[in-house]
């Protein structure tokens, strides 16, 4: 690393070493030069690239909102999500590589199948509606979110994407409208999972900032959005038709009883990278 990135680099963790660990500091110095300019970790590495006034000024503004414990995601308004470029707001949730996961475990048990109607049910930016689009054969994406400012920013990057999906405004806890134009083959969801006394333990950066609304469930019901997406799919897949879920891990064996009280088969538990429990797969029987 040339002497002016290690510099900047030195600045970064000592800004932020009160609010992160030197892991994150790093992470959002690499993140920032590679998202926000281009500049890859390797080409910093090598010292084949020199900082021009426009990353040093730009540098200050960042900074002085990471120390507000701002995500990185919503100041850049951008992520990357399974090598695919995202606009991101504080209207969405930041997609996390766990995330990624469960759209890898789709593609690849259904790689190889063409013409899928596929449903995404709260589907804030787009991530797995667009990433499955992008890598499944002539499938056909549509996605659910009870939020107008979400569906917004899921069509931005769709179109952004060039990928062509359906988006509708839809809330599964207040609605039970029935007339979509067809059933779906492969029905998937992250809902919200996580209880609200839980985010004691989250990081301001997360309970500040992202939209509660896509996180928390009431600690008495921790099940909600499970309940309400297996009684939607029971109705709205196709026979021997798949459904996926982003779990907690908490409540991980609780949601797999779930799904084989109602009437689903073949059912599939997943460790994310971090060997917790975080996927389930599961068929519907009737």
Request: some cysteine; proline content about 5%; overall charge negative.
């Amino acid at each position: 690393m040339n002497q002016e990135f290690s510099k900047l680099k030195n600045h970064f963790h000592h800004s932020l070493s009160a609010i992160y660990d030197e892991r994150e500091i790093d992470a959002l110095f690499y993140g920032y030069l590679d998202e926000k300019w281009g500049v890859k970790k390797h080409i910093i590495s090598m010292g084949d690239f020199s900082l021009n006034d426009d990353i040093q000024d730009d540098v200050q503004r960042v900074l002085a909102r990471l120390m507000q414990k701002e995500p990185l995601q919503y100041i850049l308004q951008q992520t990357s999500f399974y090598g695919l470029p995202f606009h991101v707001t504080p209207s969405v949730l930041i997609p996390r590589p766990e995330t990624e996961e469960l759209v890898d475990l789709i593609i690849k048990e259904n790689g190889d199948r063409k013409d899928l109607h596929i449903l995404d049910i709260g589907t804030g930016s787009g991530a797995i509606a667009i990433a499955l689009s992008k890598n499944l054969i002539h499938c056909h994406i549509d996605a659910l979110d009870c939020s107008l400012d979400a569906l917004q920013i899921a069509k931005q990057n769709a179109d952004n994407l060039q990928v062509a999906a359906h988006f509708f405004l839809f809330d599964l806890l207040k609605e039970t409208q029935t007339d979509f134009p067809y059933p779906w083959d492969i029905i998937v969801s992250n809902p919200p999972y996580i209880p609200l006394s839980h985010q004691q333990f989250l990081h301001d950066n997360v309970v500040k900032y992202e939209p509660a609304t896509a996180l928390f469930v009431p600690d008495e019901d921790p099940l909600l959005f499970y309940r309400k997406i297996v009684a939607f799919a029971t109705h709205h897949l196709i026979h021997q038709g798949l459904l996926y879920f982003e779990t907690h891990e908490d409540f991980h064996a609780e949601i797999a009883s779930l799904l084989a009280e109602n009437g689903y088969a073949d059912i599939r538990s997943l460790k994310d990278i971090n060997g917790k429990d975080r996927m389930i797969g599961c068929r519907k029987k009737e």
